[in-house]
């Protein structure tokens, strides 16, 4: 350990004893930790059109679990997602949640048209930014990339809505070069491996397009492509008090610009506890796979999970991952669809002992939560559970995982911009009890 380290280790420890709050004091002031009550329920901070998320019902002042709700402008997302235009849903439902109804088969061409001539980046912001520069992070990546662009928009301080909607539209048709070229920037300098570019065909839906620059030849399956476009889909949005579209609300309040906007939501999205939860899916699944002899006994997989839940094994974290989730109760409608697809894919490409050993686990672990937690009914799974297995039969890699949601999650965080913009234009700032006392100012030379 170097001195500069000792001294860092040293005023960590006194950050750590300045920087305590009392527990009891959040009670007494009834303050709700994470904006949350101790249900777990949202603290209400604002109104919106853009989706609805329901978990529960509420009858006579009690809340009574039921299967979980996902509506993106009022259309369920099961019909979004079942009753798409073949693998042009991501088209479909961007368009929907930024223009608020759902496109005209003209529509959905003009839009589709509008994302494929924006997906292309300036040679140098791809040379300075993703080639030169590039990151380990590829959702850091994404984020000085959003932020780099604004030197090439001819008029940032024009916050009219036809200027914001077609920073918007820019910002949603890059993202995914930022993360596929930012990966492969990586994975050349950073993994030794070949460096491929490929560029967008103007001809595919957003999905092919990510599988086709991804790879390096290029090619895909039809239901490679049809899984993916469901995925994104189903991780465009989910209301408006989730970390990171909340902080998309909160800087656009500020009266600041899209740019600065989405790159706050990107680095909001990265933190494990919101974006990269399915990384810690597929880490722990593989933890398993390591460590139980026999993987069709569902007693040993029990008393596995057990160990994991008592933070003896996997990361000690004495959580299973992929399960429950802070709005529903019985059910996630995002898994659940989720994971009709990844039965779809597993049957294609010969996973189905993979897909045994995850319904397994969503057999077994949810009464041991329930159990855990003292709740009266079954812990559900939630969309983290399954996002992750599909990400690897499609041959992604991890470090686009997060990543990938970004790419789908920007829709849903465009809509949200333009909604705060259009009906509150009162600036975010909610009010914190302070606990600091009153000092008196010591001379330096009698200080201790």
Request: glycine share 8%; aromatic share 8%.
């Amino acid at each position: 350990m170097s001195g500069q380290d000792g001294y860092y280790r040293k005023q960590a420890k006194v950050c750590e004893a300045s920087g305590e709050i009392p527990g009891d004091l959040y009670d007494k002031y009834d303050v709700k930790k994470g904006l949350r009550d101790k249900d777990g329920k949202g603290v209400i901070t604002g109104i919106t059109n853009i989706s609805r998320v329901d978990g529960y019902r509420t009858e006579n002042g009690e809340r009574i679990p039921m299967e979980g709700v996902l509506a993106y402008r009022g259309y369920s997302i099961n019909d979004l997602v079942k009753k798409r235009s073949g693998t042009h849903g991501f088209e479909e439902a961007s368009y929907l949640l930024v223009f608020g109804d759902l496109p005209s088969a003209t529509d959905l061409e003009e839009y589709r048209r509008e994302i494929v001539s924006n997906m292309e980046l300036p040679n140098q912001l791809v040379k300075n930014v993703i080639l030169r520069e590039n990151c380990k992070d590829i959702m850091n990546t994404m984020a000085r990339g959003v932020l780099e662009l604004e030197a090439y928009d001819e008029d940032i301080n024009d916050v009219s809505l036809p200027r914001i909607l077609r920073q918007c539209i820019k910002i949603i048709s890059t993202l995914p070069l930022f993360a596929v070229y930012g990966y492969h920037a990586h994975n050349h300098y950073d993994l030794n491996e070949s460096l491929i570019i490929h560029r967008p065909d103007p001809e595919l839906s957003m999905a092919e397009n990510i599988l086709m620059m991804l790879r390096a030849d290029g090619k895909y399956t039809e239901a490679e492509a049809n899984a993916l476009d469901a995925a994104l889909m189903i991780h465009m949005e989910h209301g408006g008090g989730n970390n990171s579209t909340f902080t998309t609300r909160v800087i656009t309040s500020s009266g600041s610009d899209t740019y600065s906007v989405i790159a706050g939501a990107l680095l909001s999205l990265k933190g494990p506890k919101h974006g990269g939860a399915n990384i810690k899916t597929i880490q722990m699944m593989d933890d398993i796979k390591a460590n139980v002899i026999d993987l069709e006994d569902d007693q040993e997989i029990e008393a596995y999970l057990q160990k994991i839940l008592r933070g003896e094994a996997f990361d000690g974290q004495k959580l299973i991952y992929g399960m429950g989730h802070a709005i529903y109760s019985l059910s996630d409608p995002r898994a659940k669809l989720l994971k009709e697809y990844v039965t779809i894919l597993a049957k294609e490409k010969g996973w189905e002992k993979e897909l045994e050993l995850y319904e397994r686990i969503e057999r077994i672990a949810p009464d041991m939560l329930s159990a855990k937690r003292k709740i009266p009914f079954k812990t559900c799974i939630n969309v983290d559970y399954y996002s992750g297995f599909l990400y690897r039969m499609l041959n992604i890699p991890e470090d686009l995982y997060t990543p990938l949601f970004a790419i789908a999650r920007a829709s849903g965080w465009c809509a949200h911009r333009i909604e705060e913009i259009v009906s509150s234009g009162k600036i975010i700032r909610p009010a914190y009890v302070s606990n600091a006392k009153a000092r008196d100012y010591v001379m330096l030379e009698k200080r201790q």
